[in-house]
């Protein structure tokens, strides 16, 4: 089955820096990458995700990449804020009709004002 | 994006007995999921609730132990049976509106079996 890696386990930055949290997959038939945010005692909420066909995507202070050779995608995180701070984890659907994801074992992201 | 909400958002249980956990969906939606997520861990999928027949289990998750309903396209259940402390944990739905939207989660509910 798809095995997913995720790095770092825990970052802590100061408030105003960037911050990188990066994933890797096994299976190259992985077509959709969602990034979800988790805040203590709620569900994860999608804040961006990439297609296959897509290398980049950016909304606002958050981007996405994504390298189907080397199968890694990266979450960035410009200008952090305090209101950042939460459990970050990446997921992969890889392929099919089931639409399953498979997750990373999370980022708890720390923002230092 | 839909709204989905779960109930009950917490619970204290007895083991031996069994919780039953709702999934309600603002809108109609494709596929719904199970996730187990125990204290400060990942997502683990539990199943897929399909619509009208019986759900689909993954590796190491049991019909018996997890029963799971589905009877339209807004609504499921899943039931946690003969509950012992390993059971404590977050169990999350989530749904997608078709095959290629996003997935969308409830806020969960966190169980602690004593």
């Known amino acids: 089955g798809e095995n997913v890696e995720q790095h770092p386990s825990t970052l802590s930055v100061q408030e105003g820096d960037s911050a990188v949290i990066k994933c890797t997959y096994s299976?190259?038939?992985?077509?959709?990458f969602p990034w979800y945010k988790q805040e203590l005692g709620k569900g994860p909420q999608l804040i961006i995700d990439i297609r296959s066909n897509v290398g980049e995507k950016k909304d606002q202070r958050i981007a996405v990449t994504l390298n189907k050779t080397a199968k890694h995608f990266s979450l960035h995180i410009t200008e952090t804020q305090p209101e950042d701070s939460a459990v970050y984890f990446c997921?992969?659907?890889?392929?099919?009709?089931?639409?399953?994801?498979?997750f990373g074992k999370g980022t708890l992201l720390t923002v230092n004002p | 994006s839909a709204v989905i909400s779960q109930k009950p958002s917490r619970d204290i249980c007895q083991r031996g007995t069994s919780l039953t956990i709702q999934c309600q969906v603002d809108s109609q939606v494709t596929m719904m999921f199970w996730y187990r997520q125990q204290p400060g861990q990942s997502l683990t999928l539990i199943a897929t609730a399909n619509q009208g027949s019986e759900a689909t289990y993954e590796s190491g998750f049991v019909i018996d132990k997890f029963p799971i309903s589905r009877p339209n396209l807004t609504f499921s259940t899943l039931t946690v049976s003969n509950m012992s402390p390993e059971d404590s944990s977050i169990y999350l739905c989530?749904?997608?509106?078709?095959?290629?939207?996003?997935?969308?989660f409830g806020q969960g509910t966190r169980l602690t079996v004593v």
């Open positions: 989530s749904g997608n509106r078709d095959l290629n939207t996003e997935a969308f």
């Open positions: 299976d190259s038939a992985s077509n959709y």
């Open positions: 997921a992969v659907h890889h392929g099919g009709s089931n639409y399953k994801l498979t």
